[in-house]
């Protein structure tokens, strides 16, 4: 079987690698937005709370990999901030998607592990996940802070939240790749402030 040819194929990656570098540096006009989402991560870790990540497929692994620059480290040695993802309890979310439904698995586990001072982090690149709606919500009614890293036009997820992030792009992976840049920057930040 034939596929594309050489050629072809470097031009794909070509137009991939400018289209993700121009959504990146688009970036630089929300660094505002960026330092106040960073400031909500600090004001949990210094207040003794726990951030929750949240996503699905390619978010949840996002969700994994930031908590696990925080509770491990990102670049500078110091003590681990206390941060976990909400997706890798496989029982739980598995009782939870069986017995309430898909829609609660991550509602379930912030009511049974999120206290005030604590802070939710939803990625999401459509804004519109119902399991993710429902954390939120789970969030607001305990008091908890809502932070989300969103895509497209920020979906119903950004009227629940208290500070989001949106990346207006159309584009799953690129809405991807800009949310770990913006979550590895805010680690930066973190890291460099201090949150102990």
Same mark, same amino acid.
């Given at each position: 079987?034939?596929?594309?040819?050489?050629?072809?194929?470097?031009?794909?990656?070509?137009?991939?690698?400018?289209?993700?570098?121009?959504?990146?540096? &688009?970036?630089?006009?929300? *660094?505002?937005? $960026? %330092? #106040?989402?960073?400031?909500?991560?600090? +004001? /949990?870790?210094?207040?003794?709370?726990?951030?929750?990540?949240?996503?699905?497929? &390619?978010?949840?692994?996002? *969700?994994?990999? $930031? %908590? #696990?620059?925080?509770?491990?480290?990102? +670049? /500078?040695?110091?003590?681990?901030?206390?941060?976990?993802?909400?997706?890798?309890?496989?029982?739980?979310?598995? *009782?939870?998607?069986?017995?309430?439904?898909?829609?609660?698995?991550?509602?379930?586990?912030?009511?049974?592990?999120?206290?005030?001072?604590?802070?939710?982090?939803?990625?999401?690149?459509?804004?519109?996940?119902?399991?993710?709606?429902?954390?939120?919500?789970?969030?607001?009614?305990?008091?908890?802070?809502?932070?989300?890293?969103?895509?497209?036009?920020?979906?119903?997820?950004?009227?629940?939240?208290?500070?989001?992030?949106?990346?207006?792009?159309?584009?799953?992976?690129?809405?991807?790749?800009?949310?770990?840049?913006?979550?590895?920057?805010?680690?930066?930040?973190?890291?460099?402030?201090?949150?102990?």
């Amino acid at each position: 079987m034939d596929g594309p040819g050489r050629g072809m194929i470097a031009e794909i990656v070509r137009r991939r690698c400018r289209e993700a570098a121009d959504l990146i540096a &688009g970036l630089d006009g929300q *660094a505002d937005r $960026i %330092a #106040a989402i960073a400031e909500q991560y600090r +004001r /949990a870790f210094v207040g003794g709370g726990t951030v929750f990540f949240a996503g699905n497929g &390619g978010s949840a692994a996002h *969700a994994q990999h $930031i %908590a #696990a620059e925080y509770s491990v480290r990102f +670049r /500078a040695e110091r003590p681990p901030y206390r941060a976990m993802a909400l997706t890798p309890d496989a029982p739980g979310l598995t *009782a939870a998607g069986n017995d309430l439904g898909f829609d609660q698995i991550y509602a379930r586990q912030i009511e049974a592990l999120a206290r005030p001072g604590d802070l939710l982090v939803v990625v999401s690149t459509s804004g519109q996940s119902p399991n993710l709606l429902e954390a939120a919500r789970a969030a607001r009614r305990r008091g908890i802070a809502v932070v989300g890293l969103l895509g497209r036009d920020g979906g119903l997820l950004a009227g629940l939240v208290d500070d989001a992030l949106v990346v207006q792009s159309g584009d799953t992976a690129r809405i991807q790749e800009a949310h770990l840049v913006i979550d590895h920057i805010i680690v930066e930040m973190i890291e460099r402030g201090g949150a102990s």
